[in-house]
């Protein structure tokens, strides 16, 4: 997702640091997150009530990831408008090794028929 498609919107935390949330703009909500699949009107009330997501959750490592040691699956969604089309096919095969299973789709990010 290219950078200019988030609001970042500041906040102090307890230790009184600044830290940002990160938004997906209202305008382009609906082509990002939902391939543009949603009224207007639907797509404003989604992104009047998303969830940020913390600039801070990018860079933190994660612990063990489940996938390696039980069985996992993932979806290539082809419409998706959020993932770069090259990172797409390789993120969830990659991910998902060594049980794997996954699908193609021609759906957007949110997986709805």
Not at 35 to 44: E, K, Q
Not at 75 to 103: E, Q, S
Request: hydrophobic content about 40%; some cysteine.
């Amino acid at each position: 997702m290219a950078a200019p498609a988030l609001n970042a919107v500041p906040f102090t935390q307890a230790d009184g640091s600044t830290m940002f949330d990160l938004y997906i703009k209202p305008d382009k909500f609906n082509d990002l997150f939902l391939s543009n699949r949603l009224s207007t009107a639907a797509s404003t009330v989604l992104a009047a009530t998303q969830r940020p997501l913390t600039a801070q959750a990018m860079g933190e490592p994660s612990r063990t990831p489940a996938w390696k040691t039980i069985p996992s699956w993932y979806l290539v969604a082809d419409a998706d408008h959020l993932i770069p089309p090259g990172r797409r096919a390789v993120h969830g095969p990659a991910r998902a090794r060594p049980h794997r299973r996954g699908r193609r789709a021609a759906r957007c990010h949110d997986h709805q028929p």
